[in-house]
């Protein structure tokens, strides 16, 4: 069974961390391109940020360019994402999800077609 799971979600102060991993478990994520996804209550999901399967290519949304690190360890069949001087505005369910390409438009603008398996997500809070 093809399963994605995601861990490391939690309450935490504006302008602190967490990270995030996603781990595959029937498959290897070698051969795909990963992406992070999170929707809030009352709003559509978005597209946080991606990597391709080599891990040379990244691509973020602007709201969290510079704060946020994608990365993957393909040995240990995980992607995390590291999440620095969090914001209320980024309380929402964090899911991760496989592709074919990580590229900026299908992140933002074309992810239900171009992700295929996704994780039942981690809950993060960033409350004071």
């Known amino acids: 069974q093809l399963q994605l799971v995601e861990s490391g979600g939690g309450l935490v102060q504006p302008g602190g961390s967490l990270r995030l991993s996603c781990a595959a478990s029937g498959f290897t994520l070698d051969y795909y391109a990963i992406g992070w996804f999170r929707q809030a209550p009352g709003k559509e999901r978005e597209g946080v940020s991606c990597i391709n399967s080599s891990g040379g290519i990244t691509n973020y949304a602007d709201s969290v360019k510079g704060r946020f690190a994608i990365s993957r360890d393909n040995a240990k069949n995980t992607v995390s994402l590291q999440m620095n001087s969090l914001k209320p505005e980024d309380t929402a369910v964090y899911y991760c999800?496989?592709?074919?390409?990580?590229?900026?438009?299908?992140?933002?603008?074309?992810?239900?077609?171009?992700?295929?398996?996704w994780g039942q997500g981690t809950q993060v809070t960033v409350s004071s």
């Open positions: 999800a496989t592709a074919r390409r990580c590229t900026y438009y299908n992140l933002i603008y074309y992810y239900t077609s171009e992700y295929d398996y």
